[in-house]
């Protein structure tokens, strides 16, 4: 039976939470706006403000008096020092990145390798950048955990990284090895569905209830699934491993790969080597494809976006997105003629579900896992912001 005594203690909890979640999500709020947002009282908005405030988790300060209307009530938005780690392991670099609350990149770091890296390398990786930070930009932070963003299958029950191919990783406890390294509480998803939350909450896809996104990386082609407004993870959080499945069959002549599955033929590799490139970021291959003249790009890029866009239809006409979000090399091979790529997508779908539908390219470019991983950091916090993280 639970105590009147705990039940106010649940309460208060929410209510904190949910203060948090609005300011983190939705940037800085006056207090008027936490009291209709929420549904709560002036004087309870106030007393929850003060406690969080009293924990560095938000910051007050005075309205801008350009826009006064009546009288001025205060401004909280997040705390400046309130950060989460965040790392993406992938076969040409790890990446890692310092988040704070509010979803900005405060500090990264690639580093790149030329060897698959192991669970206990990413998680030295993240220790060394962590000491090195915390003489620098994080000097003072409050770091709440750490969080991984992996390019595999991950159970959602624990964070076991089931298989990640590319990385040579099975049955890997990645969050293990970086708890032991930082000291802090850790947990790993899958970097795809990370990109999709990051997407939904402050990329091209914020507002949008039911979202397909698909991010194309140098381990593949994974994706994630934002639908009535919430994350799909599926039965044990292993959904939206688009780049396991067959091309469709309208494919045939395109194909590269015999009985091969689409990353093996929308891939990114096959970009690089077009461009005569043996590594590059996502920037930097854009470039090279902008700048390429020569047929045998032209006939790479073509050849990709076919197959890409009867896979993107297909998932469309099973899904009925309203916003279909691209990230990685995947939004490279639209940039070179969005109109006609939307096009070939919409062409090949039944009519009502392609009438309302958009296509866009991810918005929040190379930190997008970093910043969705981190989320999973800040759901604690949320839950329980006030609680001591370790």
Same mark, same amino acid.
Do not use: K
């Given at each position: 039976?639970?105590?009147?005594?705990?039940?106010?203690?649940?309460? !208060?909890?929410?209510?904190?939470?949910?203060?948090?979640?609005? =300011?983190?999500?939705?940037? *800085?709020?006056?207090?008027?706006?936490?009291? *209709?947002?929420?549904?709560?009282?002036?004087?309870?908005?106030?007393?929850? $403000?003060?406690?969080?405030? @009293?924990?560095?988790?938000?910051?007050?300060?005075?309205?801008?008096?350009?826009?006064?209307?009546? !009288?001025?009530?205060?401004?909280? @938005?997040?705390?400046?020092?309130?950060?989460?780690? *965040?790392?993406? /392991? @992938?076969?040409? *670099? =790890?990446?890692?990145?310092?988040?704070?609350?509010?979803?900005? $990149?405060?500090?990264?770091?690639?580093?790149?390798? @030329?060897?698959?890296?192991?669970?206990?390398?990413?998680?030295?990786?993240?220790?060394?950048?962590?000491?090195?930070?915390?003489?620098?930009?994080?000097?003072?932070?409050?770091?709440?955990?750490?969080?991984?963003?992996?390019?595999?299958?991950?159970?959602?029950?624990?964070?076991?990284?089931?298989?990640? /191919?590319?990385?040579?990783?099975?049955?890997?406890?990645?969050?293990?090895?970086?708890?032991? &390294?930082?000291?802090? /509480?850790? $947990?790993?998803?899958? #970097?795809?569905?990370?990109?999709?939350?990051?997407?939904?909450?402050?990329? +091209?896809?914020?507002?949008?209830?039911?979202?397909?996104?698909?991010?194309?990386?140098?381990?593949?082609?994974?994706?994630?699934?934002?639908?009535?407004?919430?994350?799909?993870?599926?039965?044990?959080?292993?959904?939206?491993?688009?780049?396991?499945?067959?091309? +469709?069959?309208?494919?045939?002549?395109?194909?590269? =790969?015999?009985?091969?599955?689409?990353?093996?033929?929308?891939?990114?590799?096959?970009?690089?080597?077009? =461009? !005569?490139? +043996? %590594?590059?970021?996502? #920037?930097?291959?854009?470039?090279?494809?902008?700048?390429? &003249?020569?047929?045998?790009?032209?006939?790479?890029?073509?050849?990709? !976006?076919?197959?890409?866009?009867? &896979?993107?239809?297909?998932?469309?006409? $099973?899904?009925?997105?309203?916003?279909?979000?691209?990230?990685?090399?995947?939004?490279?091979?639209?940039?070179?003629?969005?109109?006609?790529?939307?096009?070939?997508?919409?062409?090949?779908?039944?009519?009502?579900?392609?009438?309302?539908?958009?296509?866009?390219?991810?918005?929040?470019? %190379?930190?997008?896992?970093?910043?969705? %991983?981190?989320?999973?950091?800040?759901?604690?916090?949320?839950?329980?912001?006030?609680?001591? /993280?370790?």
């Amino acid at each position: 039976m639970t105590s009147r005594g705990s039940s106010a203690g649940d309460v !208060r909890r929410a209510n904190l939470g949910s203060v948090v979640r609005l =300011v983190h999500r939705d940037g *800085a709020l006056s207090r008027a706006e936490l009291t *209709a947002r929420t549904g709560l009282n002036r004087s309870t908005i106030s007393d929850l $403000v003060g406690a969080l405030s @009293e924990a560095g988790l938000v910051a007050e300060r005075e309205p801008d008096p350009t826009r006064r209307v009546g !009288r001025p009530s205060p401004v909280v @938005e997040p705390g400046p020092g309130v950060l989460a780690l *965040a790392v993406n /392991p @992938e076969v040409d *670099a =790890v990446e890692i990145g310092a988040v704070a609350l509010g979803g900005r $990149v405060v500090a990264r770091i690639r580093h790149p390798v @030329e060897r698959r890296v192991t669970p206990a390398e990413t998680a030295r990786y993240v220790g060394d950048a962590l000491a090195a930070w915390r003489r620098g930009p994080l000097a003072g932070a409050r770091v709440r955990g750490v969080a991984a963003a992996v390019p595999g299958l991950v159970r959602a029950a624990d964070g076991l990284v089931r298989v990640a /191919p590319h990385l040579g990783w099975r049955e890997a406890d990645l969050a293990g090895e970086l708890a032991r &390294t930082t000291g802090l /509480p850790a $947990v790993a998803t899958n #970097d795809a569905s990370a990109g999709a939350v990051a997407e939904g909450l402050f990329g +091209s896809a914020r507002a949008c209830d039911d979202v397909v996104y698909l991010n194309g990386g140098a381990s593949g082609i994974g994706g994630g699934l934002i639908l009535a407004g919430s994350h799909v993870g599926g039965a044990g959080g292993y959904a939206g491993e688009w780049g396991q499945n067959q091309p +469709s069959i309208s494919a045939g002549a395109d194909r590269r =790969v015999p009985g091969g599955v689409l990353e093996d033929e929308v891939n990114r590799g096959r970009l690089l080597a077009a =461009v !005569r490139m +043996s %590594a590059a970021d996502d #920037d930097a291959l854009g470039r090279a494809l902008a700048a390429a &003249t020569g047929p045998d790009v032209a006939d790479e890029v073509a050849r990709q !976006r076919r197959i890409l866009q009867a &896979t993107l239809a297909n998932a469309a006409n $099973v899904l009925n997105p309203r916003v279909i979000v691209l990230g990685g090399f995947l939004a490279l091979l639209r940039a070179s003629d969005p109109r006609a790529f939307d096009r070939g997508v919409r062409d090949q779908m039944l009519p009502a579900p392609a009438e309302n539908l958009e296509i866009r390219a991810a918005a929040l470019g %190379a930190d997008r896992l970093l910043i969705g %991983a981190a989320e999973r950091v800040f759901d604690a916090l949320v839950a329980d912001p006030l609680a001591d /993280p370790r």
